[in-house]
């Protein structure tokens, strides 16, 4: 046996378990197919939104309060304290309209601090944002942004100061259980565990039974850039991060945490999230026509004071399930393999909490309730 446990993919979810696993076990290695915090994974595009208002089910309000506790807790022991930037988060829509009623039912389910601001409060507030005349928001005094490449580099330093393995330029062909592990196979070598997390993102698949294939793909996210005419007023301490619904037109984004660019990102069926993509290693980086089309018409809308040119451009690569909700859990109730991935676009804000429960999971030093939804036998009843 050559460890206890190996996390496959030290991305936004691996890093964060191979951390928190250091924390319960001097015997933990993780495999990387490139080097941490790369550029072509999901950690790609330089930030991610945190906030603690989220549409979706309630129980992930425990996973992104955990997180919040988490990502603190990742700074003090890295003596980084430019992981999570609080800015405060922006939600904007038509007032009394589906998009701001979800938000307000789901702050009223979860009890997450919140402040519903009128058009004329935002408009004074915020006059970055080109509102329509029904607007209104809901403020989210914990939001914020999260740099990526920053957390996973300083998660997985943190998991090595503990002891962690770390094999670099490591791609993981294949994962086979036996009676006495799990053996991991990159090119000729050969690993045995006790245990291992799948936490791959868009190359998991791969690695996936028969059964978790059929109901997930890899899916292209695109994100955007804008050049600031003044960059102060686009600043995390001026401009929190946003994101705004319509019937007809979204988008989310970040302020200008270099003082010059700010992420201005279509969200929905026209950001690219529709479009599955088989080989997470040939990701169409180029936005095509109608994308630029879309996200500049947008921005040329919602922000005067952005110049309505695209400044940068990337796409990424994420796994997502059938039904948005990631895969999190033992393939199956005797399996020494644990999922940790699929997180559909949404997993950066949660990846500490995420990270926690499939160390503890993993290791069985714990067993989390309340997960069903995200548990990966809920496919196998289809």
């Avoid at 807790?73 to 405060?88: K, N, S």
């Avoid at 004329?120 to 005094?141: I, K, T």
């Avoid at 089309?293 to 040119?309: C, M, N, R, S």
Wanted: glycine residues 10%; hydrophobic residues 35%.
């Amino acid at each position: 046996m050559d460890a206890t446990l190996a996390v496959i993919g030290l991305g936004s979810i691996g890093s964060m378990a191979l951390w928190q696993a250091s924390r319960l076990s001097g015997s933990v290695v993780g495999f990387e197919a490139a080097t941490p915090a790369h550029g072509r994974s999901a950690v790609g595009g330089d930030t991610r939104l945190f906030r603690m208002i989220y549409l979706g089910r309630p129980e992930y309000y425990p996973i992104i309060e955990r997180s919040r506790s988490l990502w603190a807790e990742l700074e003090a022991e890295t003596g980084r304290q430019d992981i999570l930037t609080p800015t405060g988060g922006l939600s904007i829509g038509t007032a009394n309209g589906s998009y701001i009623n979800s938000l307000l039912e789901a702050t009223r389910i979860t009890g997450a601090e919140h402040y519903l601001l009128s058009r004329e409060e935002l408009a004074e507030r915020y006059p970055q944002h080109n509102l329509r005349p029904d607007d209104c928001a809901v403020y989210d005094p914990h939001g914020g942004v999260l740099r990526t490449d920053r957390a996973v580099s300083a998660a997985v330093a943190a998991a090595q100061a503990s002891g962690a393995t770390v094999l670099q330029n490591t791609p993981v062909d294949s994962i086979t259980e036996t009676d006495h592990g799990v053996v991991v196979t990159s090119g000729d070598r050969t690993w045995t565990f006790e245990k291992v997390i799948i936490a791959s993102g868009g190359w998991s698949r791969r690695l996936m039974p028969d059964h978790l294939k059929a109901v997930t793909q890899t899916h292209r996210i695109v994100l955007t850039w804008f050049i600031a005419q003044d960059g102060t007023q686009f600043s995390p301490e001026n401009f929190p991060a946003f994101s705004r619904w319509y019937e007809d037109r979204s988008m989310y984004g970040a302020p200008a945490v270099d003082g010059v660019t700010v992420k201005a990102s279509v969200d929905g069926p026209l950001a690219g999230r529709a479009r599955a993509t088989p080989d997470p290693d040939a990701v169409p980086r180029e936005l095509t026509r109608e994308e630029t089309e879309k996200v500049t018409e947008i921005v040329t809308e919602f922000f005067p004071g952005l110049i309505p040119t695209i400044a940068r451009s990337d796409a990424f690569p994420d796994l997502f399930t059938e039904d948005r909700h990631p895969l999190v859990g033992w393939l199956n109730e005797n399996s020494r393999i644990y999922c940790a991935t699929g997180f559909s676009g949404k997993g950066f804000k949660m990846a500490t909490g995420y990270g926690h429960i499939a160390a503890h999971e993993a290791l069985g030093k714990q067993t989390i309730e309340g997960l069903d939804f995200v548990r990966p036998d809920r496919f196998r009843t289809r």
